[in-house]
């Protein structure tokens, strides 16, 4: 099974992208879905979690700003980004988690926001 993430691209400074993640199967056990980012020379940190009873946690710097979502029947998370500043210029990676505590990644997508 791949994550397959989508929807990065160049947008100016108080702009929006939505991000897609989409599985290419179904992964057994899925109890977290989320989104990482990695700014050049920094490391990967974490955006947004989903948990399955729904549950939302954010970074403090996009609190407010972005939102995590998920459409069960299309196996889907979306991250929905507003407001967006240059320091929100990344590769964004889609991420699983089991209960077996098997991780998943996607291939990552490059978000550029110029000021």
């Known amino acids: 099974v791949q994550l397959q993430a989508s929807g990065g691209g160049l947008v100016q400074a108080g702009g929006s992208l939505r991000l897609s993640c989409a599985a290419s199967?179904?992964?057994?056990?899925?109890?977290?879905r989320g989104w990482y980012r990695q700014a050049p020379g920094k490391e990967r940190e974490l955006v947004a979690t989903?948990?399955?009873?729904?549950?939302?946690n954010y970074e403090d710097s996009v609190k407010g700003r972005f939102t995590i979502s998920r459409d069960i029947a299309k196996n889907t998370v979306y991250l929905q980004m507003n407001s967006l500043k240059p320091e929100d210029t990344a590769v964004y990676f889609c991420?699983?988690?089991?209960?077996?505590?098997?991780?998943?990644w996607g291939q990552g997508t490059p978000v550029t926001v110029s000021s």
């Open positions: 991420y699983s988690k089991t209960i077996y505590e098997r991780e998943y």
């Open positions: 199967g179904k992964i057994s056990g899925v109890n977290l």
């Open positions: 989903i948990i399955n009873n729904g549950i939302t």
